[in-house]
C-alpha cells in the first residue's frame, strides 16, 4: 500500500507543477507570485518529500510503523489543505479588502532607485547591529533587517533591468548583493536569508521586465535560474555539519572550500527529498493525540511568542522542530539540533479538526492580500519589494517550523515596509491610487499586457 499512495503524492507533485504552468500560460496567474512560492515549497516538503519516503521505504531518523495508512490520511489532509488554501487565495474579501486600502504608490527614478536601496541598507544595518543590543526590541530588529536587505537588493536590481547595459546600474547591482550577503553573512543566520536575496532579486526582474516575455520561453529561463539557485542551497546544506545546526557566515565560507562531490550528493538528495518534512509529518499523525497529547494552535502561540527572550519569559513556546527530537527519541544530535515537522504534521500536532481549516484560510488571506498589492502597484518597484522581502520563508513555511517561518516572513515584510516609508519619501514622489477603479483579477483574466 506504500508503494500506491506514494504513486498518489507523485500525482499530487505532478498536478502542482501543471497548475503552476498552466495558470502562468493562460495568463490567470502570474508565474513569480507568492502563491507560487508557498506551492513550490508545499511541491518540495510535501508531496515529493512524500512520494520519495512512500517509494524508496526510507524515512529518515524516523520510525512510521503503519507508513500505508498514515500516508494515505496524510494525503488527504494534504489534499484538502490544498484545496483550501487555494480556494481562499483567490476568494478572501478581506484581502481584497487590504489591498484595496490605498496605499502610496512610488514614482521613483532609476538614480533615485540607486538612492534608495543604499539608503535602505543602512537602515537596516542600524537595525541589525546596533538596535539588536537591546533587550525585547533586539530580537524584532534582527528579523526585520533580513527584510530590509532583500528589499534593497530587490529595487538595485530592478534599476539594473530596466536599464541592462548601463554599467553604472550594473555595477550598483553587484555593489548591493555583495553587501546584502556580507552583513547577512556577519552573523549566525539561516539559508531562508540567503535563499531571499535570490528570488527577491528574480521577483525585481521578472516584475520589472521579463513578465512581458512570450510564457513559453520565460517559464524554460525560470526553470534555469532555479537550478542555478538550488547550487548555493546545496552547498550551504552540504557544510552544516553532522550537527545540522545554523553556523555563522566564518564558518559556512571556511567549510565551503572542503566539500567533497560526496557531501554534495547528499545534500542534493536531502534538499530534493524535502529533509525528510513528510516522514516526520507522518510520526506526528501516528502519535499526537495518542501517545503525545495535541498541542492546541501551537505554530500560532509561537508565532506570538517568538519575539519575546526566554529569559523574561521560562514558559515561552518551543518549536515543534526541536520538541519533536526528544519526542521521537532521536539522539545523538546537538541540544539545538532540530528537524522539519511539514505543514501537514503541524495541522495534526495543532489539534487538526481547528487547524485545518483556519492555518489554510489564514495562508490564504496574507498571501492573497500580498498578491494582489503586486498586482495593483506592479509599476512600483518599492512595493514589489516589500511584498516580496519575505518570500525565502514563505517557501520555507511548508517544511516547518510553521510559527518560526510565519513570523520572520511577517516581520521581513513590515520591515521593508518601515524602511521603505520613511526612504522613498527622500528620493522620489508619490500619488494615491484611486481604490475605486482597482479591479484585482482584471489584468490576470486575459487582458493585453505592457
Known amino acids: 500500500m506504500s508503494f500506491f499512495v506514494g504513486l498518489l503524492f507523485l500525482t499530487q507533485s505532478l498536478w502542482i507543477v501543471r497548475r503552476m504552468i498552466v495558470d502562468a500560460i493562460r495568463r490567470d496567474v502570474e508565474l513569480l507570485s507568492l502563491r507560487n512560492m508557498f506551492l513550490l515549497g508545499f511541491l518540495n516538503f510535501v508531496s515529493a518529500s512524500a512520494t520519495t519516503s512512500l517509494l524508496l521505504g ?93 528589499a534593497a537588493v530587490g529595487i538595485g536590481a530592478w534599476a539594473w533591468i530596466k536599464q541592462p547595459l548601463n554599467p553604472v546600474y550594473g555595477l550598483n547591482f553587484v555593489g548591493l548583493l555583495l553587501a546584502c550577503s556580507v552583513l547577512l553573512l556577519a552573523g549566525a543566520f539561516g539559508r531562508r536569508e540567503i535563499l531571499g536575496l535570490l528570488i527577491s532579486v528574480a521577483f525585481a526582474a521578472y516584475w520589472a521586465r521579463f513578465r512581458f516575455s512570450e510564457t513559453t520561453g520565460l517559464i524554460i529561463r525560470v526553470g534555469v535560474l532555479t537550478s542555478l539557485a538550488f547550487v548555493p542551497m546545496v552547498l550551504f546544506t552540504a557544510t552544516r555539519g553532522d550537527d545540522r545546526r545554523e553556523r555563522t557566515g566564518a564558518e559556512y565560507l571556511t567549510a565551503f572550500v572542503s566539500v567533497s562531490p560526496g557531501e554534495f550528493a547528499e545534500a542534493s538528495r536531502d534538499l530534493l527529498s524535502g529533509q525528510m518534512a513528510a516522514s516526520n509529518s507522518m510520526w506526528l499523525i501516528e502519535h499526537m493525540g495518542k501517545t503525545h497529547p495535541y498541542d492546541f494552535l501551537h505554530s500560532l502561540r509561537y508565532m506570538v511568542e517568538k519575539p519575546i527572550p526566554r529569559m523574561y519569559y521560562p514558559g515561552k513556546t518551543d518549536g515543534l522542530g526541536h520538541t519533536i527530537v526528544s519526542d521521537a527519541a532521536v539522539y545523538g544530535f546537538a541540544d539545538s539540533f532540530t ?77 521593508a515596509f518601515i524602511g521603505l516609508q520613511v526612504v522613498s519619501r527622500l528620493f522620489g514622489r508619490s500619488k494615491k491610487r484611486d481604490r475605486k477603479t482597482l479591479e484585482p483579477w482584471k489584468e490576470w483574466r486575459g487582458l493585453p499586457y505592457g
Open 58 to 150: 526510507d524515512y529518515g531518523l524516523m520510525r512510521i510503523d503503519s507508513p500505508g495508512m498514515t500516508g494515505l490520511l496524510m494525503f488527504i489532509l494534504s489534499c484538502a489543505f490544498l484545496f483550501l488554501f487555494l480556494r481562499n487565495w483567490r476568494r478572501s474579501r478581506i484581502a481584497d479588502r487590504i489591498s484595496r486600502f490605498g496605499f502610496r504608490e512610488r514614482i521613483v527614478s532609476n538614480m533615485g532607485l540607486i538612492a534608495t536601496a543604499w539608503a535602505v541598507v543602512g537602515v537596516a544595518f542600524v537595525c541589525r547591529f546596533p538596535l539588536s543590543v537591546i533587550p525585547f526590541v533586539g530580537i524584532v530588529t534582527g528579523i526585520i533587517a533580513a527584510g530590509m536587505f532583500n
Open 339 to 415: 528537524i522539519g515537522p511539514g505543514i501537514i504534521g503541524h495541522v495534526w500536532n495543532d489539534f487538526p479538526w481547528v487547524a485545518l481549516f483556519l492555518y489554510p484560510w489564514l495562508l490564504g488571506l496574507a498571501l492573497g492580500a500580498l498578491d494582489r498589492l503586486i498586482l495593483r502597484y506592479k509599476n512600483d518597484a518599492c512595493m514589489i519589494a516589500i511584498c516580496a522581502a519575505g518570500v525565502g520563508h514563505i517557501i520555507g513555511m511548508p517544511r516547518g517550523d510553521l510559527g518560526n517561518f510565519a513570523s520572520n516572513a511577517l516581520f521581513g515584510v513590515i520591515g
